[in-house]
């Protein structure tokens, strides 16, 4: 929102009454002196990159969600690219108002906060090349430089045989994974199988890993309460240590009973968008730990708020991150700025993501299982644009 001077008291004035599309905002003068000049994307396979360019030759990179590429490079091109051009990029706020705001009539979830966080975090990495810092040095500096992440891989709802499913975690362990988590995919709509099959897995790779790896697994919001319950319950008494998503996000009322029941940390929240569901999942299933997705819920500046906002109910955060590029970089910096981290973050490194990884000179650090916060400027990754756009579809 832009505030107006008027006689000695502060106004703000109505967003509707500064920005109609494409037109330029009041409280948008740009005190940088950089202004955007135009924003691109660039599909490559699971990923979808977005460049925004500026008058000053700086450009920074953020991505968004690899799920329907299309629908996002539309969505960025026909929808939300007219409201930045001519803008500030030091501008972060006021240009997340206007893109959610401007076009929440478009869906308040999905595909516009995804596409808003893919130029939040190109606006993030030009805010922290002009100024050369790296971005966590912007957003409150640095509680850490490292953070302890799991891996994790699926067993689409028992479809995986128990022993590729050993085989794959042993995989992570040698990596040096000291967390990791199984998914078992048995989803919302397909929920309480019979029999359940998830203690036959835990109890079959917990045996085979070293005692110094944390198993935990995610029913991928599968359970009804009842089931999540005598499940969880089940796991705890044989020595599991975080539950994740037992329960569908549409029915916090089963969650909260969840939370109740058992006493190792239920984990919540990698399908919310947006601080406003980050709210009501707090308030009314109240999950230990908090696990916002910056790519799908915001971008860096949304989540920024939604760790505030779980650091006034005494929650940690432990980032939901299938991104392995800008999007772990993203979460990184994040992670390093705040005090209410949580006890891992994800991080998905597979050959599905070869291609997108490739159009990178550096990686994310991964070492001793703890992810690293980059120490270059901007997000701290290097894109290789020659390759990028040889790739991109
Ligand atoms: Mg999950």
Partial sequence: MGLATTGSALVATPLTAL??????????????????????????????????????????????????????????????????????????ELIWDTLFWQ???????????????????????????????????????????????????????????????????????????????????????????????????????RKALPADVELFVDPNEGYTAARAIQIGLELQSIGMKYYESPCPLENHRDLAEVVKAINIPVLAGEKCYTRWQFRDLILEANPDVIQPDLIKAGGITEVKKIAALAQAFFKTIAPHNTKPTLGTA?????????????????FIETEIYEEVMSVFDNQVEFKNGKLHVP????????INEKRLEKLAK
């Fill in 19 to 92: 920005s109609d599309a494409g037109t330029k905002q009041s409280g948008s003068e740009d005190q940088s002196g950089i202004k955007i000049t135009d924003v691109k994307t660039y599909k490559l396979y699971r990923a979808i990159l977005i460049k925004v360019e500026t008058n000053a030759g700086i450009a920074g990179w953020g991505e968004s969600s690899p799920n329907s590429t299309e629908v996002i490079e539309s969505f960025v091109h026909n929808t939300l690219k007219s409201h930045i051009i001519g803008q500030d990029p030091f501008n972060v």
């Fill in 103 to 205: 076009n929440h009539d478009l869906g308040p979830s999905g595909a516009l906060p995804y596409a808003i966080a893919g130029i939040d975090l190109a606006l993030w990495d030009i805010k922290g090349k002009v100024l050369k810092q790296p971005v966590y040095k912007l957003l409150g500096g640095s509680y850490r430089k490292e953070t302890p992440a799991y891996g994790g891989f699926g067993v689409y709802g028992g479809s995986v045989s128990v022993e590729k499913a050993t085989e794959k975690a042993l995989k992570l362990a040698e990596k040096g994974f000291k967390f990791i988590k199984l998914r078992m995919q048995i989803r919302e709509y397909n929920m309480d199988p019979i029999p359940d099959f998830t203690v036959k897995y835990y109890e079959a790779v």
């Fill in 330 to 346: 993203a979460a990184m910096h994040l992670m390093a700025s705040i005090s209410n981290v949580g006890p891992f973050i994800e």
């Fill in 375 to 382: 120490e270059g400027v901007g997000l701290g990754l290097n």
